[in-house]
Nanobody, 118 residues
Framework: QVQLVESGGGLVQAGGSLRLSCAAS????????TAWYRQAPGKQRELVAA???????NYADSVKGRFTISRDSAKNTVSLQMNSLTPEDTAVYYC????????????WGQGTQVIVSS
C-alpha cells in the first residue's frame, strides 16, 4: 500500500537543529494525513506534528514555535524541521501516514533516532 522511509536523524547538541524527511512510495494518492511521532525510552509514543493533504498543520504544545512540518508533493516527502532542540527531544522519530484506499489504512516508517546532548 504505502511505504515510508525516514532519514535525517542523528546526534546534535542542545540548541541545534535537525531536519527529518519521510519519503512515501506506493499508493500515495490515498494519503489523507502524514504525521511525525516520537517515542522516548520508557515513554509512550506521542504525536509531534501532522499535516493534512490540504496543508493544515497541528503541533504538540511541547514543539510549537520550534518545529515545522512541511510537505513537498512533487517529491512525495514530508519534512520536520527541528530547531532549538533540547535533551527532552531525544527519541526515535516515526513517520506515519493515514488514508483510505479500498479501506482505511495506517502506515509507519521504521523510525530514525534523534539524540540531543546537553
Amino acid at each position: 500500500q504505502v511505504q515510508l522511509v525516514e532519514s535525517g536523524g542523528g546526534l546534535v547538541q542542545a540548541g541545534g537543529s535537525l531536519r527529518l524527511s519521510c519519503a512515501a512510495s506506493g499508493l500515495i494518492f490515498g494519503i489523507k494525513s502524514t504525521a511525525w511521532y516520537r517515542q522516548a525510552p520508557g515513554k509512550q509514543r506521542e504525536l509531534v506534528a501532522a499535516i493534512t493533504s490540504d496543508g493544515n498543520t497541528n503541533y504538540a504544545d511541547s514543539v510549537k514555535g520550534r518545529f515545522t512540518i512541511s510537505r513537498d508533493s512533487a517529491k512525495n516527502t514530508v519534512s520536520l524541521q527541528m530547531n532549538s532542540l533540547t535533551p527532552e527531544d531525544t527519541a526515535v522519530y516515526y513517520c506515519n501516514a493515514v488514508g483510505k484506499l479500498i479501506q482505511n489504512f495506517a502506515s509507519w516508517g521504521q523510525g530514525t533516532q534523534v539524540i540531543v546532548s546537553s
